[in-house]
């Protein structure tokens, strides 16, 4: 496998397969029979909670110290050659899907960026190709979407603390050179404290990135995912400025602040949608 996994992974090699498991989570693997690489792409255990071509995402309960642990088993197939023929355009490794996913989970993670926990990861090859893989993470022991939250929450100061973190966690994604290209509502998960301050995770990291900057174009294609994926009925015009001036660290936008939004979220928005969404931001630039 070609990757370099944090000191708490041990890197199991069987034949053609190979594998990352967390050391201090592998007798509970073996407990409930995933020893090697054929158990997690075979296992008739669990719900199938979203499928498609060339991947299958399961639900299942593990037997624990603590009690049931609710995990996601990702299962791919072959990487397609359109895909391995990108990497290759752009001098970059072939990697499997998995392996993707479980290389920006651990960069989330080194970020200080709330992810789900990564149990195992494991590839097979033959004749040099990458023919299957798969990736099992633990579930968020808490949290709900954010789309969930806003249309629920209807105190103000709730709604502006909430917003604000949330432009604190995408700031500091993206100052940490990490962009997740899906940045849609319903892969942010959000929790407020007793105190009232929220928390943020978030998941579904298979086509995020990680590069030594982030280009404005990267940085307006998160932001147009987000802003698609809240419409105007559930946050609006003052609440979205709100979380713009706090991503930007300002207290007022300026030319330059205006330019970015116009030619960077906008049109990636209208992309993402051609329905109402991007009239949705009209008001924020017509009031400056």
């Known amino acids: 496998m070609r990757c370099e996994a944090p000191n708490e992974y041990e890197r199991l090699v069987e034949g053609r397969s190979s594998m990352f498991v967390r ?37 299942m309960e593990l037997n624990g110290e603590g009690g049931p642990r609710t995990v996601f ?12 023929l990108k990497d290759l355009l752009c001098f970059r490794r072939v990697r499997t899907k998995a392996l993707a996913e479980f290389d920006m989970l651990c960069a989330f993670a080194e970020a200080a960026l709330a992810v789900p926990g990564a149990l195992a990861c494991g590839e097979r090859h033959l004749m040099g190709r990458d023919r299957a893989s798969f990736l099992m993470v633990e579930g968020l022991a808490s949290g ?64 995020a990135e990680r590069r030594s900057s982030l280009s404005r174009r990267r940085r307006g294609r998160d932001l147009a995912a987000l802003l698609v994926s809240l419409p105007p009925d559930v946050t609006t015009p003052r609440e979205r400025l709100t979380f713009l001036l706090e991503y930007l660290q300002k207290s007022r936008l300026d030319r330059k602040d205006r330019a970015f939004v116009r030619r960077a979220v906008l ?22």
């Open 23 to 59: 050391t201090d989570e592998r007798p509970m693997l073996q407990q409930n029979g995933f020893v090697r690489f054929r158990d997690f792409m075979t296992c008739p255990r669990g719900e199938v909670v979203n499928g498609h071509h060339g991947r299958e995402v399961v639900r």
């Open 73 to 84: 088993l990702k299962r791919f197939g072959p990487v397609d050659r359109k895909d391995a």
């Open 144 to 207: 709900r979407p954010l789309d969930e939250v806003l249309s629920g929450l209807s105190d103000s100061g709730r709604r502006r603390r909430l917003i604000s973190s949330l432009a604190v966690f995408v700031r500091r994604m993206h100052n940490a050179g990490l962009t997740h290209a899906d940045l849609f509502a319903k892969h942010l998960f959000v929790e407020e404290s007793r105190v009232g301050t929220w928390s943020v995770a978030v998941i579904d990291l298979q086509r």
């Open 267 to 288: 049109p990636r928005a209208r992309k993402f949608s051609r329905r109402t969404v991007y009239r949705s931001w009209q008001p924020i630039l017509e009031h400056m």
